[in-house]
């Protein structure tokens, strides 16, 4: 998966959720292949889609775009 395959991806996703989603309910859900979200590739997503990540419920976090 290309870097701007995942981006549009995650973008899609999180407008069609404003309330926002776990790693592993992007993952699952949408089917992006890592375990792990790539560190390089969420910092690219904060500066060019205005990704958030907040404390969720336990040690999870909520991935939203800034609104």
Request: aromatic share 10%.
């Amino acid at each position: 998966m290309t870097y701007q395959t995942f981006r549009d991806t995650v973008r899609s996703a999180l407008t069609e959720h404003p309330g926002g989603l776990t790693w592993a309910q992007l993952r699952d859900h949408y089917g992006l292949p890592y375990d792990r979200a790539c560190p390089t590739w969420t910092r690219q997503l904060e500066e060019e889609i205005g990704l958030r990540r907040e404390k969720g419920e336990g040690r999870a976090l909520v991935w939203r775009l800034r609104g």
